[in-house]
């Protein structure tokens, strides 16, 4: 895969010491180079960058420009923007015609997002009136003057990066909820993190503002200090102040959001072959497979077919949120479909093929080649960052930082900016979320939609995160000493870490007694718990949920008298472990074996 050939970042123009010293070989050396070149050129002469390329090929090394990456860096950082609209953008400029806002509802719970769905839904839903009683197809449009708003229904960031790890689009523009009288909380800032991770721009709505306790200055200053500046506070944040239940100020924040799309580029070509992404899926014991498209290129019509994930079919019937029948839905509608085969599966890609066979013969293809049908993003560990790294494809280094407490986050975050700041011609450090806790299944999302690896400080993996992230192929890196922290990211930035060493579990003890040796040291009389206690496993020692020492050899492992390989669960053992006395009755003695390589699924 990556070539093993010497890869130096060079600036546009630098003199021969200086080209001699970033690639470690004598000036001499290199005006000789220069010179065979027709160029002489003293020690302190500049040359140009495309000179000096042609010096580091003489020697086998590849050379890179600085700028030219600044510039690839800066396209990328333009591309990620344009991630969501990625669908349109093979399309030709001209055939582009502004579509309405797709809008996820993000915030703390209790804040009132679920309220202001059902209020907007009920007072602004598309021909709400005249239609039939609305249904949940896992979004809706809201009309605003002549323009529309699709709102996806499930509010919360668990569902939208659930999405985004899948692979699929999240939204166009993420609506923060706040209320008024509780201010921004840890939701609020988890919210802002995955919207940021996102790119997705944030328009804020202040609820609850009926209440007596309402402070929209407290909070607006809340927000400033998360970096959400109000617009009158000269910054670049719509916030609105709104209440969910009477209905004041919704208007203005359909405004701010449309304002928000409009800046944004919110376009599709309606005359493109349909393509979105599935939203719900379920089966109708009288109808069959019902799944919600939204539709994000193009114009689904009844008795078109489809692939949607694993699944194809043709559209037997569509119905809009109002439950109506409908023959055609355009760009940011959302639809129930009858005709699939199967229930695809929420964030899975939907496209238009010929036919129905024509279909089931791609999904057969795509099967044999290996190939997802829910298209899941890839993620990333350390190790794949260098890589793409040196192929152009990476400039940054995302991370999700969790701590046990603020008192060690703080310095881990000032530390890993300086790290970042030092290395500034490579790769760079960019914290998605940092915040204290144990590391769950939604860190590991969030990673997995953001490319990003977690890092954790002295903090436990939930069971479920655990899962998830073998599932996805998602990086946990835990430490328990800042220092080794700190020295692994430095080496993961110049793509020097090694393949994590894995730690498999083998069993746990416990000590009931304590026998002193004179020749060995301490012996712990120890019942073993869970599995089994191995002769060439190494040890931790666990008082009151801490750790006191780790990496520990076993000196002896004995059954009654006899030294033994292995001691199961259920029976007593004596255990020594190398340079260790100071077991106590109770302590909790665990024993695994470290292998190297990296994770499955990584
Ligand atoms: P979610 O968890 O963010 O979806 O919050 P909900 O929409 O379920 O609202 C939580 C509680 O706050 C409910 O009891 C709502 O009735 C109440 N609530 C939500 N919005 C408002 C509001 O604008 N004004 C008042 N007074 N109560 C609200």
């Not at 997802?372 to 494809?393: H, I, K, N, P, Y």
């Amino acid at each position: 895969m990556a070539e093993e050939q010497r890869v130096v970042i060079l600036p546009d123009s630098l003199t021969v010491r200086e080209l001699a010293d970033s690639i470690e070989i004598i000036v001499i050396e290199v005006m000789k180079v220069l010179i065979a070149n027709g160029i002489v050129a003293s020690i302190n002469q500049e040359i140009d960058f495309d000179t000096a390329a042609i010096v580091c090929a003489e020697f086998g090394i590849e050379a890179l420009s600085q700028s030219s990456l600044a510039e690839q860096a800066q396209k990328e950082e333009a591309a990620q923007a344009q991630e969501w609209r990625q669908v349109y953008s093979e399309e030709d400029p001209e055939d582009l015609e502004r579509r309405p806002p797709i809008v996820t509802i993000l915030g703390h719970v209790d804040h009132g997002k679920t309220t202001l769905l059902d209020t907007i839904r009920k007072t602004q839903v598309v021909e709400g009136e005249a239609g039939g009683i609305t249904q949940h197809i896992g979004a809706y449009r809201a009309r605003h003057g002549d323009r529309q708003i699709t709102f996806l229904d499930t509010p919360g960031h668990e569902a939208f990066t659930a999405m985004r790890a899948r692979g699929a689009h999240g939204a166009d523009i993420a609506v923060l909820v706040v209320a008024a009288d509780d201010g921004v909380m840890p939701t609020t800032r988890e919210a802002i993190a995955h919207a940021r991770a996102a790119n997705v721009p944030i328009v804020v709505a202040v609820t609850k503002m009926d209440l007596p306790g309402a402070n929209l200055e407290q909070v607006n200053q809340q927000l400033a200090e998360v970096e959400l500046v109000p617009v009158n506070w000269d910054g670049n944040t719509m916030v609105e102040a709104v209440s969910g239940i009477t209905g004041e100020g919704i208007e203005d924040l359909l405004e701010a959001i449309l304002l928000t799309s409009d800046d944004n580029d919110v376009v599709a070509n309606p005359a493109a072959r349909p393509s979105g992404v599935v939203l719900e899926a379920e089966v109708d014991p009288s109808r069959g497979v019902i799944a919600t498209l939204l539709v994000l290129n193009g114009r689904l019509k009844r008795g078109d077919s489809l692939i949607a994930g694993r699944t194809s079919g043709r559209i037997k019937a569509m119905f809009d949120e109002s439950n109506r029948r409908i023959n055609a839905a355009g760009p940011s509608t959302p639809v129930a479909v009858m005709g699939l085969a199967e229930m695809p599966e929420p964030g899975d890609s939907f496209e238009w093929v010929k036919s129905d066979k024509a279909g089931r013969r791609l999904l057969q293809e795509r099967r044999e080649d290996g190939q997802q049908g829910g298209g899941r993003m890839e993620a990333l560990t350390l190790d794949d960052v260098f890589a793409r790294f040196r192929s152009g494809d990476t400039r940054e280094l995302a991370l999700i930082v969790k701590a046990d407490y603020q008192g060690s986050l703080q310095p881990i975050l000032d530390s890993l900016e300086k790290l970042s700041d030092d290395n500034r011609d490579g790769i760079q450090l960019r914290i998605l979320q940092a915040d204290i806790g144990s590391i769950g299944e939604n860190d590991v999302n969030l990673a997995a939609a953001s490319n990003a690896i977690v890092v954790g400080f002295n903090v436990d993996v939930d069971s479920t995160a655990r899962r998830v992230a073998d599932s996805q192929g998602v990086d946990i890196r835990n430490w328990k000493i800042i220092y080794n922290l700190l020295e692994d990211i430095e080496l993961a930035l110049h793509g020097l870490l090694e393949p994590e060493d894995i730690e498999e579990r083998l069993g746990l003890a416990e000590v009931r007694q304590v026998f002193s040796n004179s020749r060995v040291g301490n012996i712990a009389g120890s019942y073993v718990r869970e599995g089994t206690v191995q002769r060439n496993a190494r040890a931790r020692v666990l008082r009151d949920d801490r750790v006191l020492a780790d990496g520990l050899r076993v000196g002896s492992l004995k059954r009654v008298r006899d030294d033994v390989r292995e001691v199961r669960a259920g029976f007593e053992c004596g255990i020594n472990l190398e340079r260790y006395n100071d077991f106590q009755e109770g302590d909790l003695l665990e024993f695994y074996v470290v292998r190297r390589g990296s994770r499955p699924g990584a």
